[in-house]
């Protein structure tokens, strides 16, 4: 009996060791598994600050966009009136050429 008790007691011994790495192993996974989901977080914080940066410069060219077309709008306007008053300046005087 002393043959099967004592190797009851390793085989619970071994049993005991096998269960305690894999528990350790289990902890180090948990550790690496936090750790990699802290990295992700902190990976998608930096891309939405990324998206914000890039969202107020989209707007901030879409206001120039606007102005400019604003801006062309009325050149456009006033280039027209030029021309108008350039051709009525010239037309009393034969657009340039002389009357013999």
Known sequence: MDQMEARWIKDHER????MAQ????MDQADARAERAEARRTRE????M????VFDKKLEATR??????????????TEVREVSRLQKAMLRPHGNGHKHS
């Open 22 to 25: 894999a528990e350790a192993r």
């Open 49 to 52: 600050q990324r998206m914000d």
């Open 44 to 47: 998608f914080q930096r891309a």
């Open 63 to 76: 206001k120039l966009v606007e102005a400019g077309i604003k801006m062309v709008a009325r050149l456009h």
């Open 15 to 18: 049993a005991m060791e096998r």
